[in-house]
């Protein structure tokens, strides 16, 4: 069983096109991320939403929107590609944990976007 | 602003015997959680072990524990009995816990260790 999936898992475009991915969670947490992981290898947070509600939004461009039309769903628009912008992106999930509880992280596997 | 090192790009170890992984951290927050990842080839991001700096006791999880030196702000992994897939980069990272005990915050992770166990 799928917990946390991204589409499509290869991405390949052209400099200057708009393209989405796609992630969707089936653990029933209400919070989802995205992070970037470069050439390197060096993993940075993105974007996070709890409950539909953007929570944190680190520096990145405006070409990058996220969207989230439910708990389950969070997904990543990205316009105007840029060369820049290959990397392995990838979608989490965790739910708010209370008192003296580990919020854990759950990734997807992850999209290689590559932008020629 | 935190920030996680890890010193160690690449490391290798014999099948079934031990290596330990250094992580140390920046911070200026007293309650926190710590982590290792494990990224093996197929790409897939996987939860090896945490840890909650309010707690002494150091994390184990079957083959793997950690030493926790709040202190030093140090956070090793110990792998026991090295196996041939314990093959990946590992990553550390760190998380503020927020007031009220609500952590739904960013991970902050360190560089990375590739490490390859031989047979």
Sequence with gaps: DTAVSQ?????????????????????????????????????KIMFSYNNKELII?????????????DKAHLNLHINSLELGDSAVYFCASSQEAGQGLVNTQYFGPGTRLTVL | AQTVTQSQPEMSVQEAETVTLSCTYDTSESNYYLFWYKQP??????????????????ATENRFSVNFQKAAKSFSLKISDSQLGDTA????????????????GKLTFGQGTILTVHP
């Excluded at chain 1, 939004?57 to 039309?69: A, G, H, I, L, Q």
Aim: charge should be positive.
């Design chain 1, 7 to 43: 589409t499509p898992k290869y991405l390949v475009t052209q400099m200057g096109n708009d393209k989405s991915i796609k992630c969707e969670q089936n653990l029933g947490h209400d919070t989802m991320y995205w992070y970037k992981q470069d050439s390197k290898k060096f993993l």
């Design chain 1, 57 to 69: 939004n680190e520096t990145v461009p405006n070409r990058f929107s996220p969207k989230s039309p």
């Design chain 2, 41 to 58: 080839p197929s790409r897939q991001m996987i939860l090896v072990i945490r840890q909650e700096a309010y707690k002494q006791q150091n």
């Design chain 2, 89 to 104: 980069m590992y990553f550390c990272a760190f998380m503020k816990r927020y007031a009220g005990g609500t952590s739904y």
